[in-house]
Nanobody, 118 residues
Framework: VQLVESGGGLVQPGGSLRLSCAASGFTFSSYAMTWVRQAPGKQRELVAIIGSGGSTNYADSVKGRFTISRDNAKNTVYLQMNSLKPEDTAVYYC?????????????WGQGTQVTVSS
């Protein structure tokens, strides 16, 4: 199983980035996919989730600015981030999750750094 994030980097406040997470080794279309971020000294925060059926949900802090989407043909999930703020600075992790046989199965990527600074 592999989850490989890409697309992070340094961007000015108000700018945009699109993160990608390419998945392999499991049945991607059957899993919910999430983006989770962790800023220095803070706990991990769930940013966005997209279900296997395409339903989405967002943290209040990113609603209206971030959009999660998935392409099951490419086994890839995306996070479009617009109107970025310095407080969005964090390592962003891709997560695949599924409830199977009475327990949650979770896979994680290695993370990609997003820095919002002028």
């Amino acid at each position: 199983v592999q989850l490989v994030e890409s697309g992070g980097g340094l961007v000015q406040p108000g700018g945009s980035l699109r993160l990608s997470c390419a998945a392999s080794g499991f049945t991607f279309s059957s899993y919910a996919m999430t983006w989770v971020r962790q800023a220095p000294g803070k706990q991990r925060e769930l940013v966005a989730i997209i279900g296997s059926g395409g339903s989405t949900n967002y943290a209040d802090s990113v609603k209206g600015r971030f959009t999660i989407s998935r392409d099951n043909a490419k086994n890839t999930v995306y996070l479009q981030m617009n109107s970025l703020k310095p407080e969005d600075t964090a390592v962003y992790y891709c997560n695949a999750k599924s409830y199977y046989d009475g327990s949650w199965v979770n896979y994680w990527g290695q993370g990609t750094q997003v820095t919002v600074s002028s």
